[in-house]
């Protein structure tokens, strides 16, 4: 390599390096909204670039598109996926243009093609923390709301339940009245189970946590529900890892998160089936996982299944809260949550959580 080939490699660095910078400037913002990182983002590209006059830049996400002025896909054209939160979500794309007049080489230098891909990855990132931040808010809000509705609600609906049940007993009801005051005391109870999913909702980040023992805290949960599990002809199979550590958590909440998962699991095989139950230990990360053999979901169901609210039973059968409880409470321990699922095979839902310092350092 010629001096002048290494001199000319490193301003590309150093423009790539400055292009970075400003990403990373523009998304610090205060108060700035994604459309405008956007806005301001595709900007930084052709700067960047060995012929800054003849390079257009173009960002595409989720239908949006966000270009320079005078952006036109040629025969010397370099593009980039976004990958969000693991997923396609658009694109990052430069673009030399044709004015007639012929470039000294014919397609992008190593560096600009690295410098694209990198800016790619890196506004990928921006994106999926915007997008944490703006859901943080909304479960900040909904948080809020869940509190005051459990409050103003549980009054009522306790006086309701309670005249309803009162009426049921009389004597001199006839058949159809008793049938109806039957169905005011089944959507009276399945208000009330929506408010005390709202109130844990709510309170997710509230609770205290202390070292315990994940394989005996599953063991004591399956204990309470194993005649129901026999009941309905599935099979529970238990791997438990026995040298894990201990991990730093709050076993009310660990326990909720067991119970709609294995709760889910056997919703999932009216007819009967295996349910796996395993604790591992790797990288100073505990895993749970919970597998079933049951109907399986969608792509699209998948997707949607930690949406509050959101529920494919019917009515009367579900919140559409328990999921969303579960990745709450696995956030509020800094885990995470993975979903494998196929029609007709079964689901598996695997919790990380990570293994923290001794309860007394904290």
Not at 189 to 210: N, V
Not at 306 to 332: K, N
Request: negative net charge; glycine residues 8%.
């Amino acid at each position: 390599m010629s001096c002048l080939e290494v001199f000319f490699g490193s301003i590309e660095q150093m423009k790539a390096l400055d292009c970075l910078y400003e990403l990373a400037t523009i998304a610090a913002t205060a108060g700035i909204s994604l459309d405008e990182i956007l806005r301001q983002s595709v900007r930084l590209l052709p700067p960047a670039m060995q012929y800054p006059d003849r390079a257009n830049a173009r960002i595409t996400l989720r239908g949006n598109v966000y270009m320079t002025s005078t952006f036109q896909p040629g025969p010397m054209h370099h593009a980039a996926d976004l990958i969000v939160n693991g997923e396609p979500a658009g694109g990052v794309e430069i673009a030399y243009s044709n004015n007639g007049s012929e470039l000294p080489h014919s397609g992008f230098l190593p560096e600009e093609k690295k410098l694209v891909d990198t800016f790619a990855r890196q506004l990928a990132i921006v994106i999926e923390r915007r997008q944490m931040l703006m859901h943080g808010d909304r479960l900040a809000t909904i948080g809020r709301l869940a509190a005051g509705m459990a409050h103003e609600l549980n009054e009522p609906l306790t006086s309701i339940l309670g005249f309803s049940q009162l009426m049921e007993k009389a004597d001199d009801l006839s058949g159809q009245n008793r049938q109806d005051i039957k169905k005011i005391i089944s959507a009276t109870l399945y208000a009330r189970e929506i408010i005390r999913h709202l109130g844990m909702f709510a309170r997710q980040k509230t609770l205290e946590k202390s070292v315990l023992d994940l394989n005996t805290l599953i063991e004591k949960g399956l204990c309470m529900l194993g005649a129901g599990f026999r009941k309905n002809g599935i099979t529970t199979v238990c791997n438990f890892d026995w040298d894990i550590p201990p991990i730093y958590a709050n076993p009310a909440q660990l326990t909720q998160v067991l119970f709609n998962l294995v709760v889910n699991a056997r919703q999932a095989m009216p007819d009967g089936g295996t349910l796996t139950i395993e604790t591992a230990y790797h990288n100073e990360t505990m895993s749970l996982l919970v597998d079933d053999t049951g109907i399986g979901m969608t792509e699209e169901i998948k997707k949607r299944i930690f949406e509050p609210f959101f529920t494919i039973r019917g009515a009367h059968e579900g919140t559409g809260l328990g999921l969303a409880i579960v990745r709450e409470i696995i956030m509020s321990h800094n885990g995470s949550i993975e979903v494998a699922s196929q029609i007709g095979r079964g689901t598996r839902f695997k919790v990380n959580i990570p293994v923290t310092a001794p309860l007394e350092s904290q």
